[in-house]
């Protein structure tokens, strides 16, 4: 995190009196043993959110979400917009958008279900898959720079703990 963002969020705690502006420290979010865990989850995923666009924008791809359809309609799998809307938690409207974007640019393709000529079904075309690897491999190499000081063992811990809260079922 930035020493930035820790500055800004010293003083919004100053701001509604946890602490003052001279101790400069709020215990949710500027202490590893007592920051809010939702907050440092959300700021890690801003990060890692920032230097996957970055390399999405670098590629043509305006971010994360085109990467994510992209990375659907490459795996071979014939699935609807409903289903993919519903697979990345992605909303309908966003995800047309979406989809007409990487059709403009000639990365996707939709065709009509053989079963229900209403229902479209996305699928990548060889410029698609080109750009879905490339990318791919870019954002490896950036989350690389931006977790090298994590040893492997903990990134993978990470990587486990990270998995069992997003596949845990609600409660």
């Not at 709020?26 to 590893?32: E, G, T």
């Not at 907050?39 to 920032?50: D, I, N, Q, T």
């Not at 990487?102 to 000529?117: K, N």
């Not at 990470?158 to 609600?170: D, K, N, Q, Y």
Request: aromatic share 4%; charged share 25%.
């Amino acid at each position: 995190m930035s020493r930035d963002s820790i500055d800004s969020s010293s003083e919004a705690c100053a701001a509604a009196g946890s602490v003052s502006l001279h101790s400069a420290v709020c215990s949710s979010v500027d202490n590893l043993e007592t920051a809010d865990l939702t907050w440092l989850m959300h700021r890690a995923a801003e990060v890692l959110r920032a230097d996957f666009d970055a390399v999405a924008k670098t590629a043509g791809l305006v971010d994360l979400r085109d990467w994510l359809v992209l990375s659907v309609v490459t795996d071979g799998i014939p699935r609807t917009q409903l289903e993919i809307a519903r697979q990345l938690g992605i909303d309908k409207t966003t995800l047309i958008a979406v989809l007409d974007r990487l059709e403009g640019q000639a990365f996707i393709v939709r065709s009509a279900s053989p079963t229900d000529r209403r229902v479209r079904i996305p699928a990548a075309t060889a410029a698609g898959a080109a750009i879905y690897e490339r990318v791919t491999v870019e954002r490896d190499t950036a989350i690389a720079a931006r977790l090298s000081a994590v040893p492997e063992a903990e990134q993978s811990a990470l990587r486990s703990a990270l998995w069992a809260i997003a596949s845990a079922p609600s409660t």
